[in-house]
């Protein structure tokens, strides 16, 4: 038998209809042992398309299973592999495209918690956390109490943002933004994957009720104290190209 390893286009519902992505891609196989790549390509480097009735390229037979499982070869080390991919995205129209790097079993990922105290005072506009690093990067979590947008008066709005941008290239992130209750454990938490730019942000106008957010039962605002985390797991980059 052999080990199978395709790149699949996901998250495709909100395309246009008759949509189109033209790729060139390399998928990788960790040698553990020597540090270094195996790496798996079509002849010539081929333009694959993606589209609704084909949404999954790849190698049925990309490594035999005899020499995956073969500690030696360095594939698969105490149950552990790792498999990579980088993607060339094409867009004809511009002429331009994106490189994606992506390396699953590689990605970087730490929490951070904020204590808000005196909560009731705050003025009604963004409130920022400290900065916290992850990935190579500065971030800080963004808070309007009364809301923010069309969720203004109702709502208690959260987002996450990258406060430092080092590099031209996107960060490709899954984020999660939790809010915690602190009487019963029953988290009030969401959780997304997006692609950060210099000073862009992600998060939700609507993460929690005012309605919940003040009501003691919730467990979301004790002692005026609010307990905000966010966490984040860096997955890839994307650079432009033209």
């Known amino acids: ?47 694959r398309r993606f589209h609704g009735m084909k949404t999954e390229w790849g190698f049925a037979q990309l490594i035999p299973l005899s020499i995956f499982n073969d500690s030696t070869n360095g594939y698969l080390i105490r149950d552990t592999c790792v498999f990579g991919a980088e993607v060339f995205v094409i867009n004809h129209t511009a002429a331009r ?95 997304n994957k997006r692609g950060f730019s210099s000073g862009k942000g992600w998060g939700y106008n609507e993460f929690l009720s005012l309605s919940d957010l003040t009501d003691a039962s919730k467990g979301f605002l004790v002692n005026d104290t609010l307990i905000v985390e966010g966490h984040i797991t860096c997955m890839s980059t994307v650079k432009n190209f033209s």
């Not at 209809?17 to 891609?25: A, C, I, K, S, Y």
């Not at 800080?140 to 943002?161: A, C, D, Q, W």
């Not at 809010?179 to 019963?184: A, F, K, P």
């Open 97 to 191: 495209g994106e490189c994606v790097s992506l390396l699953n079993g590689l990605e970087v990922e730490s929490s951070f918690t904020w204590k808000i105290d005196n909560f009731s005072s705050l003025e009604d506009k963004a409130h920022y956390s400290q900065v916290f690093t992850v990935g190579n990067h500065e971030w800080k979590l963004r808070l309007h109490p009364k809301g923010y947008g069309s969720e203004k008066g109702k709502m208690l709005s959260l987002f996450i943002v990258i406060d430092d941008w080092k590099t031209e290239a996107k960060r490709y992130a899954e984020y999660r933004l939790c809010i915690w209750d602190q009487c019963h454990g029953k988290h009030k938490e969401r959780t």
């Open 1 to 47: 038998g052999y080990v199978s390893l395709y790149l699949v286009i996901t998250e495709t519902l909100e395309f246009p209809l008759g949509w189109e992505v033209n790729v060139n891609f390399k998928l990788f196989v960790f040698d553990q042992i020597r540090d270094q790549y195996m790496t798996i390509q079509d002849v010539n480097g081929k333009v």
